[in-house]
């Protein structure tokens, strides 16, 4: 049982226009085996909160803290953060030149176990949650993203999760330009990586239809870089009928 | 020296391409063919460089006029070259009759090795059975120095010959490959030079009816190091491979015109060279021409060079050409791509748990390993990937 918590995180990101505050106040508890929705319009800070728990340098922590078990997440580094057990599935995976998915996964196993895995069950792992995902074998051989379709990329990142298993999961906007087929198949990975190891899941989005297959336990509204709102289920279904207009015009008065 | 940060990498791909590309930004200033550049052994037959030449116009020129056009030191050196059945090593008067067989210079610092070398080093290959032939030189001085050697294969001989170059040096030198019928040889230049060296090398390559060659040309250290493999292929059947692999770190400047001229039936002819950036200054040149002439008729061609860049205030120069001259080819093909690794691609692999030296090693890793695997000799290519990471721990790693 682990904890993932954040208590009045301020994040600021540099622009040309000088310093622009982001998260205003963001607190969050994420326990394992729980399932969080984080909902909002576009620019609300969903994706900020995503690259902040994984350690990106383009944003800044103003105040508040990030802990792990207690831990200091923020003052680890990126792949401190990621050995610790956070992952985080991004919307525009970036391609990796000269480097195989079969090479990069087995070096990000070596990294997060600390030890290399034994080859044989480490195979059979891959090839298992390879046919799970639907991914042709010839993938492993590819080079990192290149040439991947957008859905490709996508199951590319829930491959990794299901391979690390990592304590907290951050899928950022991971369904975003996914047809159904594959946003079934990603769902599925997800919900599998939660029965096999109690991951607890930060989902990230901004539409409704994931969580028609991925079912969250809370629902968190973002607006203008805070929760304004938050609930259980319900809350995404009233969401899928309303939209997000309500809190606009609350923000827009304030 | 200009130091231009790729803010954008570029990317060219063409198939079959007719025309030739600009060479290097001069639209409109037709590009002279290859064929037609002029050749002679002897240095006074070149008119001053002036660094506007196609054969110098990416070279700092400047830091090379001892050995471009200023007296040489012509004399032997000493080297090391454990015995090889099958292969001898021996110094020939200038009068032997397979010097000027395989190749002629065709700029002044090539020609002013040949007209000063005193005597040639001839490498000569027999024998079926598969051999492996090292020699190594090292420490050849501060002072210009020239050199002349011919590596030579019987017909239906096979070997793989790896010429070890180390140290310090000044040196301009043109190297005669001539490979006989039917004779399957590798060949393999390391240029691991010292900080400071300089070294140009003009290597021309004559292939049997038949026969192949693999060249390999690997550059890791040195100030100054361009090494220009030329390849006729006028038997029919006759099959270059040309590989490369260069890393560039700060200061350095290293750069390969690689010229292939298909000038029979059949013939075949693969290029492809590698390279990787990193730190401030670091230069690559790479220049690529392959000639198809009227005689090579159902030919297959192809040739690429791809540069990764590690980190900003490099500059890679990378020039594809290709000439047709009959209509019937069975395949002629290009590519150039110039690709960064960048903050974001390095941020991916740690949030991956990967720490950042080792991110930078598996991508560097994964680019350069498949041209070093093609040179198919397990003990060089460990060395060779040693010899890279070094590089790449010694490297200014940006934060």
Request: glycine fraction near 10%.
């Amino acid at each position: 049982m682990s904890v993932l918590e954040i208590r009045d995180l301020h994040v600021s990101v540099e622009t040309d226009q000088g310093t622009k505050p982001i998260l205003r106040g963001v607190d969050l508890t994420l326990n394992s085996n729980e399932t969080h929705a984080i909902m909002g319009p576009n620019g609300s800070g969903k994706s900020t909160l995503a690259y902040t728990i994984a350690g990106h340098p383009k944003y800044t922590v103003d105040s508040g803290s990030i802990t792990l078990d207690g831990e200091d997440v923020l003052e680890m580094s990126v792949d401190e953060r990621a050995r610790a057990g956070i992952f985080l599935a991004m919307q525009y995976p970036v391609e990796i030149p000269g480097v195989t998915v079969s090479n990069f996964l087995r070096t990000a196993k070596t990294a997060i176990d600390g030890e290399a895995p034994a080859i044989r069950t480490w195979i059979k792992d891959v090839r298992t949650a390879m046919d799970n995902l639907r991914m042709d074998k010839v993938f492993a051989e590819r080079n990192v993203n290149e040439g991947f379709s957008g859905g490709e990329k996508k199951r590319h990142e829930i491959l990794q999760l299901e391979l690390l298993k990592p304590k907290f999961a951050v899928l950022d906007e991971t369904d975003s330009g996914l047809d159904v087929d594959a946003l079934k198949i990603v769902s599925e990975g997800v919900n599998r990586a939660q029965e096999n190891t109690d991951l607890g899941v930060l989902l990230i989005t901004h539409y409704t239809r994931i969580l028609r297959y991925i079912k969250p336990d809370h629902v968190h509204v973002f607006v203008n870089g805070k929760v304004a709102e938050q609930g259980g289920p319900e809350l995404a279904d009233r969401l899928e009928n309303e939209g997000y207009d309500r809190y606009l015009q609350t923000a827009d008065q304030a | 020296m200009t130091t231009t940060s790729p803010a954008t990498s570029s990317t060219e791909t063409e198939q079959h391409g007719f025309k030739a590309h600009s060479d290097g930004g001069d639209a409109f200033v037709p590009v002279q063919t290859r064929s037609e550049r002029f050749g002679s052994t002897n240095v006074a037959d070149f008119p001053a460089v002036t660094g506007r030449e196609p054969a110098w116009k990416y070279t700092p020129v400047a830091q090379l006029s001892d050995l471009i056009d200023g007296e040489l030191n012509g004399s032997e050196y000493p080297f090391e070259a454990p015995a090889v059945d099958g292969v001898t090593v021996a110094w020939v008067g200038r009068d032997d009759k397979r010097i000027g067989t395989a190749g002629t210079p065709e700029n002044k610092a090539a020609a002013n090795a040949w007209t000063a070398f005193e005597k040639a080093l001839v490498i000569s290959v027999t024998g079926e059975e598969e051999k492996t032939f090292r020699l190594h030189r090292t420490d050849l001085g501060d002072g210009a120095r020239a050199a002349h050697t011919v590596i030579e294969a019987a017909p239906h001989s096979r070997a793989l010959v790896i010429l070890e170059n180390a140290g310090q040096a000044a040196l301009t030198e043109n190297i005669e490959i001539i490979v006989g019928d039917g004779a399957q040889l590798t060949v393999v230049s390391v240029q691991e030079w010292a900080e400071d060296a300089r070294h140009l090398a003009e290597h021309f390559a004559e292939i049997g009816r038949d026969a192949k060659l693999k060249h390999v040309a690997v550059t890791l250290g040195g100030k100054i190091v361009r090494v220009n493999p030329s390849t006729h292929l006028g038997s029919q059947g006759a099959d270059i491979e040309a590989l490369g692999v260069y890393f560039a770190d700060a200061h350095q400047h290293l750069e390969q015109h690689v010229y292939v001229d298909h000038d029979a039936e059949n013939t075949r002819s693969r290029v492809s060279y590698k390279g990787a950036l990193q730190g401030e200054g670091a230069h690559t040149v790479w220049i690529g021409d392959v000639l198809i002439r009227q005689t090579g008729t159902a030919t297959d061609s192809y040739e690429e060079n791809r540069n990764l860049v590690l980190s900003e205030g490099t500059r890679a120069d990378s020039v594809p050409n290709l000439e047709i001259e009959t209509g019937d080819i069975a395949g002629a093909g290009h590519a150039s791509a110039t690709g960064r690794f960048d903050d974001e691609q390095l941020f991916y692999l740690m949030a991956r748990g990967i720490a950042e030296a080792d991110a930078r090693r598996l991508v560097v890793h994964g680019f350069l390993v498949e041209i070093i695997q093609r040179i198919g000799d397990a003990e060089l290519g460990e060395r060779i990937e040693a010899a890279i990471e070094r590089e790449l721990a010694a490297g200014d790693l940006p934060s």
